[in-house]
């Protein structure tokens, strides 16, 4: 536990140091609510439950942004899966080359308020990473290292996003992509060190439709697949829609 606080302390000042370095006068803060539907709740390959409702709220100054995001399972909920989650996190953009490259230090803590300790499960993690984002031509290439105090690994992972503008409709179609690899050890759960291992990808299209400059309605679908070395995952097509309100 110590040397989880210490690395949750190391990464909050690393946050926070670029946030009082650089002046932020002049940039307004904004809160963004954006109550969101997916038809299955899939986290990196996985599949956590069937349908849910996923609300977050967000602030962002500048290059700060904050927020809360939660899960609240609809149907078919997924034994052991805590009912809901609720994770909170921060970043910070740090603009290498203005509109070219970025450097995104952030923190997520994911909380299972319901989590059962006696079954094995946590309740909570916290996940320290960093961002790589090259925009060129349009296109967002981003590589994204994560690091799992509780759970004790990396996860590495890489994806593109490009957005293809439709005039004549006045919409643009946003295309993204991802893969990603993990390496977890469960060591502190046991005296015996559990590891899990795996990888994942996913792809997706998304039609965003905006109402005005502060609100906006996104509709989706994505494929997720994903594969631990023991046991094989199998690949999901999800439907999302969400509406966002900026005040």
């Keep these: 536990m110590k040397k989880q606080t210490v690395g949750l302390s190391m990464i909050v000042a690393m946050l926070a140091l670029p946030a009082y370095s650089q002046s932020t006068e002049g940039s307004e803060g904004k809160f963004t609510v954006t109550p969101s539907y997916v ?15 996923q609300p977050s709220v ?12 939660g899960n609240f399972p609809i149907a078919n909920k997924i034994e052991g899966v ?8 921060a970043s910070y953009d740090w603009e290498i080359v203005p509109d070219v490259l970025t450097i995104r230090p952030g923190i997520t803590a994911y909380t299972f308020p319901r989590a059962e300790n006696d079954d094995g499960f946590y309740k909570a993690t916290y996940e320290p990473n960093i961002s790589l984002v090259y925009s060129v031509g349009g296109i967002d290439f981003t590589g994204t290292y994560y690091y799992d105090l509780v759970m004790k690994g990396p996860t590495y992972e890489f994806g593109i996003d490009y957005s293809i503008p439709l005039k004549p409709l006045g919409i643009d179609l946003e295309l993204s992509a991802l893969v990603g690899n993990y390496d977890w050890s469960e060591s502190e759960k046991s005296d015996e060190k559990v590891a899990i291992s795996g990888n994942y990808w996913q792809a997706g299209i998304a ?7 502060k609100s906006k309605l996104v509709a989706g679908w994505y494929y997720s ?3 631990e070395k023991k046991s094989d995952h199998e690949g999901r097509g999800v439907f999302n829609v ?3 309100f900026v005040f």
């Design 242 to 244: 969400s509406y966002s």
């Design 58 to 69: 967000e602030y962002s100054k500048g290059p700060l942004t904050l927020g809360i995001w």
């Design 82 to 89: 805590s009912d809901p989650e609720f994770d909170i996190y």
């Design 39 to 53: 038809s299955s709740f899939m986290f990196r390959g996985m599949r956590l439950g069937g349908p849910s409702f």
């Design 207 to 213: 039609i965003p439709y905006e109402f005005s400059n």
């Design 225 to 227: 697949e994903g594969r």
